[in-house]
């Protein structure tokens, strides 16, 4: 090879190529009993990013993935612990699901409905179709754009929209989809947008007229639209954003990664209280990398920016997000087990509320417990709104199912039955909501 050949590739940066569909063949998946015990090795090796940790916040079991170049160095770390291996190949579980399932690819104008994971582009057609259909109570915004360039919508939800006064109105904020693999959650805030405005639960639309009355939803469905695309089209159990980031630094004297190029950040770890923190890794490509710094990615700080901006006009009253899986209902503290804070029994109720207004609706039982009482997780969204910014009501729910080998691949003929019950939650959340935060902050 020529010098000139030579210094042409060195100067190229590495990209990634096309991921084939056998991507995850031989993938192991294991699952065993969770325990403080097993966090701690558990966490460690995620960090390492050697498995990947399916649940994020497991109640009695944990589920893991393990490629197959880490099955032996993983055995060494888990065998005390006699983890269950559920499947030797995973790429046949993802076949199977994506043959039992409709989730092919959307194709053009295809028309939104809970039958289905929709694409991006499908959801916010939906989004402006229901803008237009409802434009004295809706409104379609641009949050912020990605790495790829591609928009965070969100919708803007209140009786008499247009009118000046309506700003003033306390904000509940709901959102979706910040971890790509967590299907249903879009789905499910969807769900709940079209429940505010008569479409479904027919039964909460007196509540639901009653409360575009008295406050304005701001609502964002997919929050990381870049990975979520991505696990469409690539990987089905991608985490992260796509923001691609220089391992160890080594970089060309143009600035393009030479040695290697991890993609993403976890958004959930990049919020400012407690960053950096536990249950992150300084690894660039550990799926609990957090970023350099809070905030430095666009998806969060889009939120930050929104919300800070919120309250200098009026209070924002509910900050819930939603993700998948594990039936849970999550109150602060995220980033700390250590203590509590001195509102715990209000979240303690609110929760309560929350879970058994669920288990009213199919029987399924959510589990109303602390962020960390497992294990705890810095920089995480929730955390942020609460402490920060002093939304009193600032919560995570941890979507269905409960446990399993099904995980993420939750089969679509569950998305509507999903979308009910946590209607019937967020209802409940709602009617007692017991205090306005100021413009500043601080409580009332």
């Known amino acids: ?110 028309p939104f409905d809970f039958l289905k994971y929709h694409d991006i582009t499908t959801i916010y057609n939906r989004l402006d179709e229901i803008a237009k259909n409802h434009s004295e109570v809706v409104e379609v915004h641009v949050l912020g754009q990605t790495h790829e360039g591609r928009e965070i919508k969100y919708v803007r939800i209140s009786h008499n929209i247009s009118e000046d006064s309506t700003r003033t109105k306390p904000v509940l904020w709901i959102d979706g989809g910040i971890h790509a693999r967590e299907w249903v959650s879009p789905s499910t805030v969807m769900y709940i947008i079209e429940t505010l405005l008569g479409y479904r639960e027919l039964q909460h639309l007196d509540k639901a007229m009653k409360y575009l009355e008295k406050y304005q939803f ?8 870049d990975g979520y695309q991505y696990t469409r089209n690539h990987l089905r159990l991608w985490r992260k954003n796509r923001d691609p980031g220089c391992y160890r630094k ?57 919300i800070e901006a919120l309250q200098k006009e009026t209070s924002v009253d509910l900050f819930l997000t939603f993700h998948s899986y594990s039936q849970l209902f999550l109150i602060p503290y995220g ?3 250590d203590k509590v804070p001195a509102e715990h029994e209000y979240h303690k109720a609110q929760g309560d509320r929350y879970v058994n207004a ?15 009482d497992l294990y705890p997780a810095g920089g995480i969204s929730a955390d942020w709104a609460f402490i920060s910014r002093g939304i009193l009501d600032s919560y995570t729910v941890e979507l ?44 009332n």
């Open 358 to 372: 669920v288990f009213a609706r199919h029987g399924k039982r959510y589990i109303n417990q602390r962020s960390s």
């Open 335 to 337: 980033y700390t087990g």
């Open 218 to 225: 701001y609502i964002t469905p997919v929050l990381n639209p």
């Open 250 to 306: 080594v970089e060309t004297i143009f600035g393009n990664c030479f040695y290697k190029v991890c993609y993403g950040v976890d958004l959930n770890r990049n919020w400012s209280d407690g960053f950096g923190g536990p249950s992150t890794s300084s690894n660039l490509c550990s799926l609990v990398y957090p970023g350099e710094q809070a905030f430095d990615q666009l998806e969060t700080k889009a939120v930050k920016e929104k």
């Open 400 to 443: 269905r199912p409960d446990d399993g080998e099904i995980g993420f691949l939750l089969p679509d003929t569950e998305i509507i039955a999903t979308g009910q019950e946590n209607v019937d939650g967020v209802m409940a959340l709602i009617e007692n909501l017991k205090i306005n935060v100021t413009q500043n902050g601080s409580y």
């Open 1 to 110: 090879m020529s010098f000139g050949i030579y210094l042409v590739l060195l100067l190229l940066p590495v990209v990634s190529c096309t991921v084939a569909p056998n991507f995850y063949l031989n993938y192991q998946i294991w699952r065993m009993d969770w325990n403080k015990e097993i966090a701690d090795v558990v966490l460690r090796l995620q960090a390492e990013n050697l498995i990947d940790m399916l649940t994020d916040t497991p109640r009695e079991k944990v589920t893991v993935m393990v490629a197959p170049d880490n099955v032996v160095e993983v055995t060494k770390s888990l065998r005390r612990f006699k983890p269950e291996v559920v499947t030797s190949d995973l790429s046949n579980l993802l076949e199977g699901n994506r043959r039992a399932s409709r989730n092919a690819d959307d194709s053009a104008n295809e």
